[in-house]
């Protein structure tokens, strides 16, 4: 909340929708984890030096990957979405509700969203990580997520 010239508190802007589509279904998407109790990191580097758009922690432990596809073209030009498949249990396409998706693959999950919410329409098939694995992107997941708060509270910080 931010304080006006009177002292009084005003709503944050961040409840308007973000700018592009890509943004807007991030959000619903994380919303849609959110109710099911998952924690969820936007722009998550892996350890092969992919970026995920989205990745949820649910309170089990157990990992989910979700691409975010806002075009056609988008997605014919990026084909390298089995590289995420190592790090997580499940894994999603995530698109809006007018993408044509018969081109999306079925043996992956898929989520339809929009600036306010999500729905699973496929769930994803469930393929357990190494042990090791987890523990290695459990911490790494826990040690973005304390960085970004830090620089959310001092954003000197990093510098």
């Given at each position: ?11 944050p ?6 700018d592009?589509l890509?943004?807007?279904l ?25 970026r995920?758009?989205?990745i ?22 990026d ?11 499940r ?12 081109i ?9 969203a ?18 090791s ?9 826990a ?17």
């Amino acid at each position: 909340m931010a304080r006006r010239g009177n002292g009084a508190l005003t709503e944050p802007a961040a409840l308007a929708p973000p700018d592009g589509l890509s943004a807007q279904l991030a959000r619903g998407t994380a919303r849609l984890f959110a109710e099911l109790g998952h924690s969820c990191l936007a722009e998550f580097r892996l350890r092969n030096g992919r970026r995920a758009d989205l990745i949820a922690v649910a309170p089990d432990g157990g990992f989910s990957i979700v691409e975010i596809k806002s075009s056609i073209a988008d997605y014919r030009a990026d084909q390298k979405w089995q590289d995420y498949l190592p790090f997580c249990d499940r894994f999603y396409f995530c698109v809006a509700e007018d993408f044509p998706r018969d081109i999306l693959p079925e043996e992956t999950g898929l989520i339809i969203a929009d600036a306010y919410g999500a729905a699973v329409l496929r769930e994803s098939d469930t393929a357990p990580m190494h042990a090791s694995r987890r523990r290695a992107l459990t911490l790494r997941y826990a040690r973005t997520a304390g960085r970004r708060l830090m620089r959310h509270v001092d954003p000197a910080y990093g510098l």
